[in-house]
């Protein structure tokens, strides 16, 4: 008989309950678009973690004051290390590394021609910003030197803001920062607000690097006497010979300063992420898996209900001549319709749901969003195989969900079905 | 005739012929004997009726004529084949194309239209789409339900469902149609025209028809009645109120 006028018979029986044939799709939709939006996500996360690491020298480690800042869980009271010209000095003794770059941040408020934004300043010697982020590169302009106590490099970002449509700032204009410092009065806190110009020296092309795209940079001098930090720095690039040195390097710094310091490897940073973002979706993709399964079960209940309402309709057939194999065919051509249809409004479901969760991620994390206007964003990615492979998978489980339904329809003697009333 | 060893006659003559037919069913106590050794030969063209109280064994016969189930021993010729050895695929593919059944319920699909009903026999055998247009036209007509191809089943009343079934039944053009208790749902005045048209098909088209009935009234209506007791034909008798004037017999 012809396959088509098989099929037709098919869809005319999952038209006829609707309700619960579209109940049975919902389930299979659900664990595929899990499955799906859950590997995008992972995928699209790797994706923008190697990105990041790209735009980074990856030899690089970030010392900073106190061990806290990576550590998950509550944060504790650590023991903190004032990072001093001292520090530096110590560091750059230290065997395998090349070069130390310290670096002050301060939050302001920077103005320029009416508008207003809130700004992170980094004061650093920008003539090593070359290790720091190794394709940064001016679009106008020159470097700032150490010896500049008004001169100013912006990040891409700072002086191309996504939410405005004209530039903030352009080269050789001048800016004014505000700067609330705290400053102790007896026992009495009081805030005082410094100002001070600058004037644009230089501003860099877009680098995909977080940092450098949404930073203002000064020189240190310049920094050190805008936040009031008395020569204390908030962290100090120790860049290495070669990124594979970065664990011994390390670990020399922790024989000298112990748990005193905070040292952060962006390369092995990105790996834990990695790892734990894989453990993440690792376990929720289990949870996927399971509700795929589930969504097994429910073409079976559906077609095994189908199968037993339907044994007086099941038995005609087979009286009027229909073959075993013939009514085997017919009821597996319904789970797989709605295995099929299932999949495919599953993966769509999937990748839109992938898009939602990246937005919603980015809209929770403060950080992120600002990242997000910076361009450096993350979107899912929809590897072919991954794809394939929840495809298949729930291609086969109902496939599979449908054979014991349909074995059962096709095992029906039309006696006694036709006797049923 | 009752000799089953005796090799059955080929012949063209008859649509249906049982030889020593027997049924039994084991319970866990004893065996049943449904059908005691059956022999009957049914002519090609003829309308027949099998009567009988509850428990003699109607059903039973029908299913094994209509090849839905194996006897215990005994041979079944429809169109000179022997339908006890074939092979569960060949008996539905034979099912298709030599009966046609007309149940007390109908057995309509209520989703699909009259036609789809009508032409779902012919959808099975590979009939192409035409051909079972034209097919099913022409079974409506004959059934009087003309140009009702699009109603749905729940739109039409008793009387019409089984006329729909009626056509069904002969889409295929088959060997002899089985009627299960055809007017068992319908009123007397709906069951004669049900009777009437059954009559018209044996008539007018020659048509093979079996009807297993209680109903006397539309035994009465056909050629011949076997009336069967305990499994066994116990007695033929003539039906009186089957028109004569157009039948030949052959």
Known sequence: ?????????????LNERKVRSGLTVLMVVIGVALMTSLNGLGAGMDNFIDDQLGTLGANILIITPSDSGTAFGPPQETP??????????????????????????????????????????????????????????????????????????????????????????????SVT?????????????????????????????????????????????????????????????????????????????????????????????AETIKDVMAQFTGFIGAVALVSMFVGAVGIITTLYTSVMERTREIGLLKAIGYSNRTILIMFLTE????????????LLAGAGGAYALVQFLMQSDPEAQSSSQSGATMSPVFRPTDVLEVFLLAFILSVIAGLYPAWRASRLSPITALRKE | MSDSKKKPRRSRKYAIETYDLWKTYKTAYEEVHALHGIDLKIKNGEMVAVVGPSGSGKSTLLNMIGALDRPSKGRI?????????????????????????????????????????????AIMSG???????????????????????????????????????????????????????????????????????????????????????????????????????????????????????NFKDK
Not at chain 1, 140 to 156: A, C, E, I, K, P
Not at chain 2, 138 to 164: A, C, H, I, W, Y
Request: no cysteine; aromatic share 6%; proline share 3%.
């Open chain 1, 80 to 173: 903190e290390t004032k990072l001093t010209s001292q520090t530096v000095q110590t560091i750059e003794r230290v065997h395998g590394v090349e070069h130390v770059i310290p670096y002050y941040t301060g939050v302001v408020t920077m103005r320029s021609s009416g508008e207003e934004k809130t700004v992170t300043i980094r004061g650093m010697d920008m003539d090593k910003i070359d290790y720091i982020a190794p394709n940064a590169e001016l679009e106008s302009g020159s470097l700032v030197s150490t010896t500049d106590s008004v001169g100013m490099n912006l990040g891409y970002y700072i002086a191309y803001p996504s939410d405005l449509d004209k530039p903030f700032a352009k080269r050789g204009q």
């Open chain 1, 335 to 346: 789970s797989i319709a709605i295995g099929l249809l299932g999949v495919v409004l599953g």
């Open chain 1, 177 to 269: 920062v505000e700067y609330t410092l705290v400053e102790m009065e007896g026992d009495r806190e009081k805030l005082v607000v410094e100002k001070k110009s600058f004037q644009i020296k230089g501003i860099f092309n877009e680098t995909g690097n977080m940092n450098l795209d949404n930073f203002a940079y000064i020189s240190p001098a310049a920094a050190n006497a805008l936040f009031d930090k008395k020569g204390v720095y908030d962290g100090i690039y120790a860049i290495t010979k070669d990124a594979d040195d970065n664990e011994v390097v390390e670990e020399r710094i922790r024989k000298i300063y112990g748990k005193n310091i905070g040292i952060i490897s962006p390369k092995a940073l």
């Open chain 2, 77 to 121: 010729l429809i169109d000179n084949t022997d339908i006890t050895r074939l092979k569960e695929s060949t008996l539905a593919r034979f099912r298709n194309r030599k009966v046609g059944f007309v149940f007390q319920t109908y057995n309509l699909i209520a989703r699909s239209k009259v036609e789809k009903n009508i032409e779902l026999p």
């Open chain 1, 1 to 13: 008989m012809n396959l088509i006028e098989l099929f037709k018979l098919s869809f005319g029986a």
């Open chain 2, 127 to 245: 009939t192409t789409k035409k051909a079972r247009k034209n097919r099913v036209k022409d079974l409506l007509e004959l059934v009087g339900l003309g140009g009702m191809q699009n109603r749905k089943p729940n739109t039409l009343s008793g009387g019409q469902q089984q006329r729909v079934a009626i056509a069904r039944a002969l889409v295929n053009e088959p060997t002899f149609i089985l009627a299960d208790e055809p007017t068992g749902n319908l009123d007397s005045k709906t069951g004669d025209e049900i009777a009437n048209i059954l009559i018209k098909i044996n008539q007018e088209r020659k048509a093979t028809i079996v009807i297993v009935t209680h109903d006397l009234e539309l035994a009465d209506k056909t050629q011949r009645i076997l009336h069967l007791r305990d499994g066994k034909v116990e007695k033929e008798t003539e039906g009186f109120s089957y028109p004569m004037k």
